[in-house]
């Protein structure tokens, strides 16, 4: 009987544990849907007041008004703009880490994805007075997801290598087939990242205290929409960082 009464104690300790644990459960996701839900109002809510300041901008400097008068327009028009990409980057954040956002799996070729960031970054690269080099294995380079969301991915990665590399510097962008896997490496010897910041620049809003990197605008969301969109893929992102020395970002995602 004591034996019996022993077990049913411990029984009845573990299932107040797991009780427990739940309840912890619950309120984190509690917590995570209120993030996210707060996130997408907040950048729902400005969106609409901040179409209207870019469109009224836009006329007022199509009017005939003086030199002056242009100077703060103009400075009006990139502080709006920055609003802007804060804006839109939270946006992204919020649909990515919405717990029941449904991932899209379709066959994307990286290959594609890679030639289209590049498009897009490189006359930023030329004018910096950098180099920015492509390899790409022969062939597809197929993963199943989010045709956006992996676009998103390895343009914030290769406007962060342009960004924080002065001019002079290479960026490389490689995709290369690994195993089961594709694997994508931005490569810059630019500014580098702190041993202590690496694994905090994943976090939604940070930026290093680098005066350097921090002249540079930005709005400290673009590595957390790496980091969660290589987690809704089901992959992993490494950085391999020496301050002063450049930076080498790796994501591996799982091959179609
Ligand atoms: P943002 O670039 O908008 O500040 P990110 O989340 O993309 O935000 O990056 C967070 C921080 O990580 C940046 O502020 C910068 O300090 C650092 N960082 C990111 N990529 C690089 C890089 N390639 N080289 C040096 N620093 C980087």
Redo the contacts with the bound molecule.
């Keep these: 009987a004591l034996e019996i009464g022993h077990d049913l104690g411990a029984a009845l300790l573990t299932a107040r544990a797991l009780e427990r644990e739940r309840g912890l459960v619950r309120q984190l996701q509690e917590l995570d849907d209120y993030r996210s839900q707060l996130f997408a109002t907040l950048s729902h809510e400005l969106r609409t007041p901040l179409t209207v300041i870019s469109g009224n901008l836009e006329i007022v400097g199509g009017l005939a008004i003086d030199d002056g008068a242009k100077v703060f327009l103009d400075a009006m028009g990139r502080g709006a703009e920055r609003m802007q990409k804060v804006v839109d ?1 939270l946006m992204l954040l919020a649909r990515v880490t919405h717990p029941r956002h449904p991932l899209t799996r379709i066959s994307v070729d990286l290959r594609e994805v890679a030639e289209d960031v590049v498009t897009l970054l490189d006359s930023t690269a030329i004018s910096k007075g950098l180099t920015l080099d492509v390899h790409l294995d022969d062939g597809p380079l197929l993963v199943l997801g989010d045709p956006a969301e992996i676009d998103q991915l390895l343009a ?2 290769v ?3 342009v ?3 002065p001019s002079g510097g290479t960026v490389t962008l490689s995709v290369r087939r690994r195993d089961d896997d594709v694997e994508v490496r ?1 490569a ?1 010897d ?4 702190a041993e202590e ?1 690496q694994a905090r ?2 976090r ?1 809003f ?3 205290e ?1 005066p350097e ?2 002249s ?11 980091a969660t969109v290589v987690e809704r893929h089901g992959g992993r992102v490494e950085v391999d ?1 020496h301050l002063g020395q ?2 080498i ?1 790796t994501v591996t995602l799982p091959g179609a």
């Design positions: 980057d914030n990665l406007s962060n290598a960004k924080y590399t931005v810059d630019g500014l580098g990242i910041d620049i994943f939604a940070y930026r290093t680098n990197a921090l540079e605008p930005g709005t400290g969301l673009g590595l957390a929409i790496v960082s450049g930076s970002f």
